[in-house]
């Protein structure tokens, strides 16, 4: 029997706040109005001052309610008594050769989660995490291979791009004039534990990285990942609107049933249907189809036609991913070559068909690797291959 969906209810903050400081990081508007007017703030006012905390917390990267100059300082001293402004804090951070940075970031609970951020001409891209682990095993994953912790909230998905501008030093500062060159211009939801299976605070957190008084990302530099939570789709064009990416990676219900077991749950069949509705409301935008390279598994010249056949009629492109290996993986990279013919028949039937190349493979930050540090239980090669329906 399939897992049923780890989903989290949207939070709402009442009128009468929790004991303790409160988070304001990852609140929506709305929720911040709701907590601004529990903590005193007059009703009248409560919109313009969320309007004005807003854009010291996601615009400026302020931290600290003193720095808040447009506020008065009796106010000012109101909302630290009643809140604070956290991130998730660092823990390791490791530079790859070719200038991917990965941190280990510790979040509330002590859980920890892994953020990439990977550094090319022109762009920068930062994988951020959902979950803490993963619900779906993908047998050919890294992080699979650890189970489900929890949800991550929206203030823990924001604020790991939050914790990324400050390493990046990337920050405006008040007053100076606007700088449009971005060192983070992409985010994907790409990392640790599958985003559909948290849709709420994914949205929220989104919709804070696409406000246009905050950090101010189009939805067309924000790609979201899923292995083929069939029901959330639609609710991802009309609820969040970004570039959709899916973790395809076979032809055939019976491989892909053992690399993606959700596959068990929502067949390729269904997944397609999906598919083919979502472009429709998002200006035919293409989406992407994230294919691993295993060698012997799912890279033959039958598969790619096989492929390309199933993906008729999708606006699409084909993103082909040398399988990154790990301790204890039950695969096999496929080789160049291979890769190559696999990739012409794809572009020779019309559609683009790029060969990611691997980064951060020698610190463990490569597509498929990440894994929390303190998952300290590693199964066998053995293990996982019978998970894996391989053995």
């Not at 009128?15 to 007059?42: D, F, H, W, Y």
């Not at 050769?97 to 609970?109: M, Q």
């Not at 050919?140 to 501008?165: D, P, S, W, Y």
Request: glycine share 8%; net charge neutral.
């Amino acid at each position: 029997m399939a897992d049923a969906p780890i989903t989290q209810d949207v939070l709402t903050i009442p009128r009468k706040l929790p004991e303790g400081p409160v988070n304001l990081v990852g609140m929506t508007r709305a929720a911040m109005r709701e907590a601004l007017i529990a903590q005193g703030t007059p009703e009248k006012q409560a919109k313009m001052r969320v309007g004005q905390i807003w854009q010291w917390i996601y615009q400026w990267g302020v931290r600290d309610f003193a720095e808040m100059t447009n506020l008065s300082k009796a106010y000012r001293a109101q909302l630290a008594e009643t809140f604070v402004i956290e991130i998730p804090e660092v823990v390791s951070k490791q530079v790859s050769t070719d200038g991917t940075r990965k941190w280990l970031v510790r979040i509330a609970g002590g859980h920890e989660v892994e953020v990439v951020y990977i550094p090319e001409e022109g762009r920068g891209t930062l994988c951020i995490s959902s979950q803490v682990g993963c619900t779906l095993t993908c047998s050919f994953c890294h992080t699979g291979t650890q189970k489900l912790v929890r949800n991550l909230t929206a203030g823990e998905i924001i604020g790991q791009v939050m914790m990324a501008r400050d390493d990046l030093d990337e920050w405006p500062v008040p007053g100076a004039p606007k700088d449009e060159t971005r060192l983070l211009s992409n985010i994907v939801l790409m990392g640790m534990g599958e985003p559909l299976y948290n849709f709420e605070n994914v949205r929220d957190a989104m919709k804070i990285a696409m406000d246009e008084e905050g950090i101010q990302l189009s939805r067309r530099r924000i790609t979201l990942s899923t292995s083929g939570v069939v029901p959330e789709i639609e609710r991802t064009a009309n609820e969040i609107g970004c570039q959709l990416a899916v973790s395809f990676h076979a032809t055939t219900d019976e491989v892909r049933d053992k690399l993606v077991p959700i596959n068990k749950r929502w067949n390729i069949d269904v997944l397609l249907e999906a598919l083919r509705a979502y472009p429709r409301g998002r200006n035919s935008e293409r989406i992407t189809f994230e294919y691993v390279m295993l060698d012997g598994v799912n890279d033959s010249d039958a598969d790619a036609h096989r492929l390309v056949k199933l993906i008729e009629g999708i606006p699409a492109k084909i993103n082909l991913i040398p399988f990154n290996e790990w301790p204890g993986a039950p695969y096999k990279r496929s080789s160049n070559n291979r890769i190559r013919a696999f990739a012409n028949i794809v572009y020779q039937a019309g559609y683009a068909s790029p060969i990611r190349t691997p980064r951060g493979e020698d610190i463990m930050a490569a597509c498929g690797q990440l894994k929390s540090a303190t998952e300290r239980a590693r199964k066998s090669r053995k293990e996982i291959a019978a998970e894996a329906g391989l053995s």
